[in-house]
């Protein structure tokens, strides 16, 4: 069974950092498009970060320059470097991958999401 196992939310003052990784657990699939998204209390979900296999990534705008996203393929693991965080950064965050199965199908999985929460 596939499943995507996230790390690394928390409390964290504004200006500070944090990591989020995601890793892809299971058999049988090969990683795709990898990412993350994140919900705030009362608003929908969006896109913070993608990457492809190969390296290719988008950003939402607010995060540019402050977020950096990358992945270990060998790992299926994709990560979420945020500094210079503000407290509008705080909400759930989820992982996000396309996966390509041996079955022939690409499909989408999300992980149960992390907490973050950025202090004034």
């Known amino acids: 069974q596939v499943q995507l196992v996230e790390s690394g939310g928390g409390l964290v003052q504004a200006g500070g950092s944090l990591r989020l990784s995601c890793a892809a657990s299971?058999?049988?699939?090969?990683?795709?498009?990898m990412g993350w998204y994140r919900q705030a209390p009362g608003k929908q979900r969006e896109l913070v970060a993608v990457?492809?296999?190969?390296?290719?990534?988008n950003y939402q705008n607010s995060v540019k320059g402050r977020f950096t996203i990358s992945r270990d393929n060998a790992k299926n693991t994709v990560y979420l470097q945020m500094n210079s965080l503000k407290p509008e950064d705080t909400a759930v965050y989820y992982c996000?991958?396309?996966?390509?199965?041996?079955?022939?199908?690409?499909?989408?999985?999300w992980g149960h999401g992390t907490q973050v929460t950025v202090s004034s």
């Open positions: 990457i492809t296999r190969s390296g290719s990534t």
């Open positions: 299971g058999s049988g699939f090969s990683s795709n498009v």
């Open positions: 996000y991958a396309a996966l390509d199965l041996t079955s022939g199908y690409t499909t989408d999985f």
